[in-house]
């Protein structure tokens, strides 16, 4: 069975125009606050600052993370996923893909607001008929294991760094001088 998901990006090799690279992280503000970026939720989160609240998603990933919820719900009691819920979440992560090509420098041109053809693209084939309920309603015991293991490591890594190792870590990131 092939994969459902598939992400293509074709990368620009030759003839790039360096200006823009230049101001890159400048020029994906506005997609970083509304789809959000890579790293952008550690970053604020360990200068001690705290977070946004929006973290590497976005205002439109927080959207879609709790729509994700409800969509789980409407899945284990329903056996189907809202239309709707489905487009929405699909919309944003098409949305993502695009500005994360954008900022990742795969492309030169500036990626639109909204869905609109790119040369970064995510495509999936949508689930025709019932959901199986069993299968997705299990998916929260299968998480278990996961929170387990590494919730702890990941509080121990955040709570046992010392303040010197991460703000020179951060500086070093951010490309600040000492």
Do not use: C
Request: proline share 7%; net charge positive.
């Amino acid at each position: 069975m092939a994969n459902p998901i598939s992400v293509v990006a074709e990368p620009l090799i030759a003839g790039r125009n360096r200006l823009t690279v230049a101001f890159r992280l400048l020029l994906a503000i506005p997609h970083l606050l509304i789809v959000g970026g890579v790293g952008l939720g550690f970053a604020i989160r360990s200068r001690g600052v705290g977070s946004s609240g929006f973290g590497e998603t976005g205002v439109l990933g927080v959207v879609a993370y709790l729509l994700a919820i409800v969509s789980w719900f409407t899945i284990v009691f329903t056996a189907r996923q809202s239309a709707g819920l489905r487009q929405f979440m699909a919309f944003y992560l098409r949305w993502r893909v695009r500005s994360l090509a954008y900022l990742m420098l795969l492309q030169d041109a500036y990626p639109p607001f909204g869905d609109a053809p790119y040369p970064a693209a995510l495509s999936f084939t949508d689930e025709t008929g019932p959901r199986n309920r069993l299968s997705v309603g299990f998916r929260v015991i299968l998480v278990i294991p996961h929170l387990i293991v590494l919730g702890p490591a990941v509080f121990v890594y955040l709570r046992e760094t010392p303040a010197p190792m991460m703000s020179s870590a951060v500086r070093g990131l951010a490309g600040s001088p000492k």
